[in-house]
Every structure is written in C-alpha cells, then in structure tokens.
C-alpha cells in the first residue's frame, strides 16, 4: 500500500569512516523487524553493503537505500560512504532526503568527514540529529564526545538523551524529554552482532547516581526548546510544567528549522538505544510534504515544485546501478504526483521519452514489484536506457529540470592505457557506463598527449573504479605516467631561410621562403606577418607559408613540444613560374621554422595551476610548507567561511600536483580540501630543464 508524505521519513545516516553507520542501518533494520536476521560488516553479509568491492574491503562506496516501518510511518534509510573519496555520494544522498542522521564514534570523537556531511548538511538545508554510537566500546567517553561536538558545531546541539553504563556496561538510555529511563539486557549475545535481533529496551528507573544530572540537563534541554515558542517561554516562566507531547512538537519544529540538532545515544552493535532511535526518527524527522519545495528551472524560468501526490508527475534520478544480472536499475526520487506503471515522462536532457515499465521497491540489492508512488518516495526502474544519474525525468510538454547537487571536483587525474587492442575497442563506453553509475568521476581523452584521463578522488576511488572496469564491463587496464602538456617557444629573435627543391620528372617543386621569428609575450599565442615586396613570393602563396608555419609549430618545436609565443614574418622568398606551389612553400616554410627556432634560444614552458586550499589553521603552517616545495608562489591567505579554516590561495606548476589531493590529505588528517583551474604556461626553471622529457625525434 502506498504511504501519503506525511507518513514518509527520508534519513541519509552520514559520517566519518567506522563510526559505524553501515552497522547501525542493520541495527534499525532489524530491530523494526523488516528484516529477520541482522547481517555483519565484518562477515560482508549486511543488506547496505552488497558490491564485491565493500564486501572485500569491509568498507561503504556506494549510498545504498532500506526502508524500515514504525508506527505506520515509512523510513527509507539511506546508507552513505564516510570515506573522503565517495564523499560525492554523500553530497547526492543528503540532497535528497529530509534528514542526516550524523553518525559520530564514543571512541574516536569528531572527525574529518563528520565535519564534512556537517557542512555538506548545512548547505544544503538539511536538518540534523547527532547520534553517539559505539557507547559499549573501550575508551568509549559520552561527556567527551559531547564536548567535541559542540566545540565543532556550536549553538543548537542539544543532548536529549543521557547514557546508562559505561563502556562494557553500556546498557541504557534515559530520556530527558520525559524523565524516564529505558533499559536494555545486553549481558548476552551483545558483541554477537550477526544473525541476532537488537534487543527490545524495558523503562525502568534512573540510577541513583545520575538523578541529579538528569534532572541539570533535563532544565538545560526544556530552557533550549521552549526559548524558540513565545507561548511556552511565558508558561515555563510562570512555573507551569510543560508536558512532554508539547516538549516533543517544539523541539520537532526546531529540528526541521535546522536551528536545533539533538543529540542522542545508542550502540548498533549491542542494540542499546536502536529502537528508541528508530521511534525518534519518525517524530523529529519532517516528512517530505513539509518540506520546502524543490526549485527546478523551466527554460529561464525558476519553479518551485512542492510534494504534492496529486501534482504533475516529476522524478529525479538519485542513483544508477548496473549488474550483469538485472541490467540497468535507475533509483528515482518521485518530486511530484504519484508514479503509475507505464508512465511515458520526458528526459529534457535527451528530449526522449521514457516509458516506465515496472515499478519495484529496493533494499539493499533486492528489490521487489510496486504499484503507485507518491510524491516523497523512492522507486526503482529498471532499463531506462537513454537516463543517467542527476536526470529529470517530467511530463511531457513540461522541460523541468530539477538541477542535481553540485559534487566535490576530483582531486587527482589519471592516466590509463588499454591492456590490449581488444580492451581499446571497449575502453571508452565501458568508461561512460562507469560514469553513469558514478557522477563523481570524470572521463576525457587528452588529444595532444594522447592519453584516457580518468578524475577520480583518491587511489581508493581509484582502485575501486579499475576493480569495477574489470568485473562490470571485462575490460582491462593499465596505469601511466601522466604526461604534462608542456609547450615550447623562444626568448631571441632568429631568422633562416627554407628552400624546398625537388625533381621528379615533368613539373617539380619548388619554393623558398626567408622568415624572422620574433619572441611574443606570454600568452599572446601566434601572430604572422607578410612583408614581402616585389612579388618574391606570389600572393597566392602566401596562405601556404602561413599554414606550413602553424603546422610545424603544432608537431613540436626544438623539444618536441606544440609552439607558442611566437611572431613570424615572411619577407623575402623565390618562386619558379612552372615548378613552384602550394606544396613547395609550405615544406620550404616548415624548413625555415626548425632552422630559426635552433637558433632563437628555445624553451620549455610548463602550465602553472591557481589552486584554492582550504585547510585546519593549525595545519596552515604544514601546508605552506608543503606547497613552497612545490614550487608555489602564494598569493594569500584569508579566513574561511567555515570557523577554524583558512584558504590559501598560491600558483603551482601543474607537474608538482599530480598526487596533492593524496599527500593534503596526509597533511591534514583528511580536513583539507582544495579546488584546481589553469591559470597560466611559464618558463620551465634552468636548472630543472635537463628533466623535462624531450618527445622530438
């Protein structure tokens, strides 16, 4: 039966890595019983991670979607990578859900890519619940977990919850809504995660030893929500004990304003507080319908689409996966109306119309026959061949188009060769398919290096990309040696004299040219001039100069490198009135060019990047460091709009900044980021010219 919005919950769990999302998401899923046994990371048996890939590293690439059911609401409960290389994944999933459940260890506190779904999080609008995981673990600290989010996200973090227990002993959680305490029976079976059943909690009193703090905090957190409501503010104020369904409505509405972020408390793999968390999830989390609408662009025109089931019919495309089994299955997000089986929408990308044959539901990898979906749910498809992740699919005669979320700029480039001709023939749209399924890489073939250049986000992203080139598309690969498109001009003025003369029998060729070549300044790429006088050389040879000039410049000069920079004049030359052409002056002026260019003083000249760094200010120091060794010029630094930051911004040669996203991350601890564009060429430095590969023959 197809939920209404208003019984919808959509919830992206978000994090570093290991603070355990992937085992959480097992946890809900189990403990609201939509599924019977609860899977193990460690054993690869869970229902998020199914790709070969995670199975053998233990380890989330991909957003994956299971929906739970409590008290009649549906969740669909979005699993995301909390590693930096799929952060591109992250980004997508919290673009299209209600709620990020930011997933933050006892253990390991507030890390990287916590920090990163929180800013991810907050562009986005997206409301936030903070949940303390890992509570039963060894050196597991509560009150220290609490400090550091606070100290990373400031106002509006509120606990509403406390735990029982500390570490090992881990076996409750008090409410600080309702002063009530729930605890849980954990002495069997805790650590045991796979093939057993979150255990159910019980109320039952608050210990003695934390009364007092429960009731400290329990202030804290009343005195926090009813700050927000003008009507509750007077009514606390004047004593009055405000009941625990209106403590709940208000701290709900603060929620979904983004302007208050509970924190709660739990162990996925004890099952402690999972239970609560799946009851909490479906009173905090606003449902679809009371989100804001989406603003999707018609033409030059700006709409905004509410989730309206009895609206237009209007999908988005969150995620594409492919398999050798079921084929192509296209993860829709339903903007608007309510979806039927063979609905005919129009993709505006392609202008093609798609038919919607069978609807399925998905969790994990299975998925299973639907009928109608309203607006607010997610719906697989399957075969829809001309769609790609980040499409809108609409109505027909209606080109919306719902933007796809802005993704992280892959931070390293690639180069890679087909291991043999058979893979050549098969490299490309195996490639486009990998794309499909993966916005966040990038594909391009480099036509003056003549190499494949993938943009990925890490060796990681890397490894798993080449991994699912072999097993998805059985294509094979090779690593390169990225090649830097170098160029090459002079730094004195420098003329020869080309004579092209050949005889072979009836008309020969014919043609001598006399050219100057002059230094130009960086930048001003290529000017020809004609100071020919007498009719030395014939008006109608004068193009065939110019372009054997261009032609010789574009294969390479001294060093082998395309030709920039350059002034060249033709000022004297010598025609026959039988043998000379076309031909003839433009071999006579490419003989001209190599003999001017040998002696005009020829350099190599290298592209230099603006990089954009944004970096920890304490690890500022490490990482100015590190870009002087690259040959950076820094340019300045500025406070970043996030507290803590700064942004660097310098000019680096592009050869020194192949591996940067690789060792940036090394230098901060995965807190730093940086954006990358061409900025310039420039002279190669005298001293490291000699290392500069010379491709002339």
């Not at 639907?370 to 399957?382: E, M, R």
């Not at 390479?556 to 010598?574: E, L, N, R």
């Not at 900044?657 to 900025?679: K, P, Q």
């Amino acid at each position: 039966m197809p939920h209404d919005p208003t019984a919808i919950r959509n919830v992206a769990l978000v994090g570093h890595h290991g603070a355990g999302k992937t085992t959480l998401a097992e946890a809900l899923l189990a403990a609201t019983g939509s599924i019977a046994r609860r899977g193990s990371v460690e054993k690869g048996s869970t229902v998020m991670d199914f790709e070969p890939e995670e199975v053998a590293r233990r380890l989330s690439i991909s957003t994956s979607l299971a929906p739970f059911t409590v008290n009649g609401v549906k969740v669909n409960l979005l699993d995301t990578p909390g590693y930096a290389d799929f952060a591109g994944e992250m980004v997508t999933a919290l673009a299209n859900v209600d709620l990020a459940v930011i997933v933050v260890s006892a253990t390991d506190g507030v890390q990287a890519q916590t920090e990163d779904a929180w800013r991810a999080a907050a562009r986005l609008g997206v409301p936030r619940v903070i949940v303390i995981n890992k509570l039963d673990r060894e050196r597991a600290d509560f009150d220290r977990t609490l400090a550091g989010i606070r100290a990373s996200f400031g106002a509006g973090v509120a606990p509403v919850e406390l735990p029982i227990g500390h570490e090992a002993d881990f076996h409750g959680v008090i409410d600080l809504l309702d002063d009530t305490a729930t605890h849980y029976d954990v002495r069997s079976g805790a650590t045991a995660i796979d093939g057993t059943v979150p255990p159910a909690g019980h109320e039952g009193p608050i210990p003695d030893d934390l009364v007092d703090e429960e009731h400290t905090v329990h202030e804290q957190l009343v005195e926090g929500i009813v700050v927000g409501d003008d009507d509750l503010m007077e009514r606390y104020l004047n004593g009055e004990t405000i009941d625990y369904a209106e403590l709940e409505k208000s701290l709900a509405g603060g929620v979904a304003s983004a302007s208050v972020f509970p924190v709660l408390c739990c162990s996925a793999a004890s099952g402690v507080g999972v239970d609560r968390l799946a009851r909490l999830i479906e009173e905090l989390c606003p449902s679809p319908g009371s989100r804001p609408p989406v603003l999707a662009t018609a033409g030059t025109e700006t709409a905004e689409i509410p989730c309206d089931p009895g609206g237009q019919t209007l999908l988005t495309v969150t995620k594409t996966f492919n398999d050798g089994h079921t084929g192509k299955i296209s993860l829709c997000k339903v903007v608007s109306g309510t979806l039927q089986p063979d609905a005919v929408l129009v993709n505006p990308r392609t202008r093609e119309e798609e038919r919607l044959h069978a609807l399925q539901s998905i969790a994990g990898h299975a998925t299973a026959p639907t009928t109608s979906v309203p607006a607010g749910d997610f719906v697989a498809v399957p075969r829809l061949n001309g769609t790609r992740t980040g499409d809108t699919l609409a109505p027909k005669g209606q080109p919306v188009v719902v933007p796809p979320p802005t993704l992280p700029a892959p931070a390293l480039q690639v180069a890679v060769k087909p291991a043999t001709r058979a893979d050549d023939d098969k490299l490309m749209s195996a490639l486009h398919r990998l794309v499909d399924e993966d916005p966040s890489l990038t594909v391009r073939r480099d036509d003056e290096t003549h190499q494949t250049i993938l943009g990925v986000s890490g060796e990681v992203h890397l490894a798993v990309t080449l991994e699912r080139l072999d097993r998805k598309c059985n294509v094979h690969v090779e690593r390169e040696e990225l090649r830097i498109p170098y160029r090459e001009t002079i730094t004195r003025e420098a003329a020869a004299e080309g004579k092209h003369k050949k005889q072979s029998g009836g008309h020969g060729q014919f043609g001598v040219c006399h050219l100057r070549l002059e230094p130009l300044g960086r930048g001003e790429g290529f000017a020809f001039r004609d100071k020919v006088v007498g009719g030395a050389i014939p008006r109608q040879y004068i193009p065939a100069v110019e372009k054997g000039v261009l032609e010789t410049f574009d294969a390479g000069g001294v060093h082998g490198y395309p030709v920039v920079d350059i002034a060249v004049t033709v000022d004297d030359g010598k025609a026959h009135s039988v043998d000379s052409n076309e031909v003839s002056f433009k071999m006579a002026a490419a003989l001209a060019v190599r003999a001017a260019m040998a002696e005009a003083g020829p350099i190599v000249l290298e592209p230099i990047s603006r990089l954009e760094v944004t970096v920890p200010a304490e690890c500022q120091g490490d990482v100015l460091g590190d870009l002087h060794s690259r040959r950076a010029r820094i340019v300045g630094t500025e406070a970043a709009a996030d507290a803590g930051y700064q942004i660097v911004t310098a000019t680096a040669p592009t050869a020194e900044l192949t591996r940067y996203a690789v060792d940036l991350r090394a230098l901060t601890g995965g807190r730093g980021s940086f954006t990358v564009a061409y900025e310039r060429y420039d002279a190669v430095p005298e001293h490291l010219a000699a290392s500069i590969p010379t491709l002339a023959g």
